[in-house]
């Protein structure tokens, strides 16, 4: 079984790949999932609409990559949790961005992965204005 920052880093090559079915995979079919994205009304609460978020974010993403400027992940018995700050450089839904994201999330250990339980992301200044 991968360990905690193995699945983190597969969230994220899985994201620029745009594999749908192995985002969907990596959640936990739980009623205390949550995923809090960007947007204004970008909340999934449960698993019922996990297919949904991730099959509409892989249809309005094109031409991604993510650059890390740091990922931290900590893994304790069967919870583990991390914090990662990237660059963003994407079409998303036709219009090119790039941006520093932020988030963190949490995972819990099943018998057979760790899956995401929660995942909470926001976008900090423009990767340009950063600092780094």
């Given amino acids: 079984m ?3 920052h193995d699945t983190v880093k597969a969230y994220f090559e ?3 790949a745009r594999d749908a079915e192995t985002l969907i995979a990596m959640m936990l079919p739980a009623s205390h999932y949550v995923k809090i994205g960007t947007d204004t009304n970008e909340v999934v609460e449960g698993s019922a ?3 949904a978020y991730y099959q509409n974010h892989i249809a309005s ?3 991604f990559s993510i650059t890390f400027i740091n990922l931290d992940v ?3 018995d069967n919870v583990a949790w991390f914090y990662t700050r ?3 450089r994407l079409r998303w839904q036709g219009v090119p961005e790039e941006f520093v994201m932020r988030m963190t999330g949490v995972l819990e ?3 057979a992965s ?3 339980a929660q995942i909470h992301a926001s976008i900090g200044i423009s990767a340009t204005e950063d600092t780094l």
């Fill in 74 to 76: 900590q893994e304790r």
């Fill in 109 to 111: 250990k099943t018998d």
């Fill in 61 to 63: 993403t094109e031409d």
């Fill in 49 to 51: 609409e996990i297919a």
């Fill in 2 to 4: 991968p360990n905690a």
């Fill in 86 to 88: 990237q660059i963003w």
């Fill in 14 to 16: 899985a994201l620029v």
């Fill in 114 to 116: 760790w899956q995401f």
